[in-house]
């Protein structure tokens, strides 16, 4: 039941001995080619201010794996309800530290176009500037950057085939009657208990219990693998120019709520700097609406400290459907934002002071435990 059928290609033939290829289990070569957007045949001619439909995504990934081999590699994280794979990109610098992990995914919410868009561009601005900028080379020491492009892929194909206003996931219930979780109500949250709806012709259907999506599933398996080293979570949607902490679930706050605070209060400044654009910064109770089953709040619940969702542009205008000719400073104004976040992750995790405090600490433990092994 795919909603669109056009030509297969082998991922294999179209980037022989990538890095990371051996990745890929055999049967989730096979991809679907949607329709053409803008045609381009080498890396330096994507358009990354125009939308691309998911076939040209999965095309632009193969290819920054393949400019960028000794930066990036494309892992598998699942498949989708419609079978299709979910990859992300790892953007890592070889390095002996052991290194935290920034998160970011795009496009839980399949009409919300700017958020693929926007995982696009950082990875492009990443790849384009680590050699020569000095704050991303400091990141990237003892960071990698994990980005999902495009996590509802079934509902985005959807939006470019049959709805463009489509939000949730396709997977069929009540016999097939109707379609769709709100995948951003599936995570195991305080699951479905407000701002969320049991009954699948909502928009906010939270599926039939926690984690009963694919999708959901993959994600949340993967984060929990790994969540000791992920030091920062952002999930990015449209629109309402806001950055959300934790909680939508309930108006409590978390342990590091002013921290969490203040970093996005800075990230919105930045942001602001670039053209001018206002963002307001708060929890999701405060600010948007009560929500549960959130992936923003499910990481923060464990444990992950720096936990964010960003909407982006705009403010009402345009809404979901974002004109091209706004991509381009949305995504400089949001990668400002990024950074400010990042920046004090990094200053949070490995500043001078810190380090040598860490330092210290083991001096004094290790001498500690010779004493202790005399006794
Ligand atoms: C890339 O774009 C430039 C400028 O539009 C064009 O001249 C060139 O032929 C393109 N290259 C490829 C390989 O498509
Ligand atoms: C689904 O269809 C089956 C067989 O027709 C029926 O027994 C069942 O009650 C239906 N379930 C729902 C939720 O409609
Ligand atoms: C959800 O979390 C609760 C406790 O927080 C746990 O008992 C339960 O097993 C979890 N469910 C899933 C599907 O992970
Ligand atoms: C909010 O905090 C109160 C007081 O600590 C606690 O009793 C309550 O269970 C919390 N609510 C939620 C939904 O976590
Ligand atoms: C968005 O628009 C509303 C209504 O025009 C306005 O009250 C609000 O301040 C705007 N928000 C931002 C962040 O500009
Ligand atoms: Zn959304």
């Not at 070889?94 to 795009?106: F, G, H, Q, V, Y």
Request: glycine share 6%; net charge neutral.
């Amino acid at each position: 039941m795919k909603p669109l059928l056009g030509t297969f290609y082998l991922l294999g033939m179209l980037v022989p001995g990538g890095l990371g290829y051996d990745r890929f289990p055999a049967q989730h070569r096979q991809e679907v080619v949607d329709k053409v957007v803008s045609p381009w045949r080498i890396l330096e001619n994507y358009s990354y201010d125009r939308y691309h439909p998911m076939g040209e995504i999965y095309q632009w990934m193969s290819q920054i794996r393949e400019n960028y081999p000794e930066v990036v590699t494309q892992h598998f994280l699942g498949m989708t309800y419609e079978s299709r794979p979910m990859y992300y990109l790892k953007i890592s610098q070889p390095s002996n530290n052991p290194k935290k992990i920034l998160w970011m995914d795009c496009g839980i919410h399949a009409r919300e176009w700017i958020a693929p868009a926007f995982c696009q561009w950082f990875v492009k601005e990443i790849l384009q500037n680590y050699k020569d900028s000095s704050r991303i080379r400091r990141l990237l020491k003892n960071l990698d950057f994990y980005v999902l492009p495009v996590l509802n892929i079934d509902g985005y194909i959807y939006t470019w085939t049959t709805d463009r206003l489509w939000r949730k996931s396709r997977s069929p219930h009540d016999n097939g009657t109707c379609f769709g979780t709100d995948l951003n109500r599936n995570f195991n949250a305080s699951w479905c208990s407000v701002g969320a709806s049991h009954n699948c012709q909502d928009l906010t259907f939270c599926g039939t219990g926690p984690e009963s999506e694919p999708e959901t599933k993959a994600v949340s398996s993967f984060i929990e693998s790994r969540k000791e080293n992920i030091a920062c979570f952002l999930t990015m949607h449209s629109y309402g120019q806001l950055i959300l902490l934790p909680y939508g679930y309930t108006e409590n706050k978390s342990s590091n709520h002013e921290e969490l605070l203040q970093v996005g209060q800075k990230a919105a400044n930045a942001l602001k700097a670039k053209h001018g654009t206002n963002y307001r910064v708060g929890s999701s109770a405060d600010i948007l609406y009560a929500t549960s089953g959130s992936s923003r709040d499910w990481a923060r619940d464990i444990g992950i400290p720096f936990s964010y969702t960003f909407e982006l542009r705009d403010n009402g205008t345009y809404g979901f459907v974002l004109p091209e000719a706004q991509i381009q400073a949305t995504c400089e104004e949001t990668m400002e934002a990024v950074l400010s976040v990042l920046d004090d992750v990094y200053e949070k995790y490995w500043s001078a002071s810190r380090a040598g405090k860490v330092t210290s600490t083991a001096v004094v433990l290790s001498l500690l435990m010779s004493f202790t092994s005399l006794l």
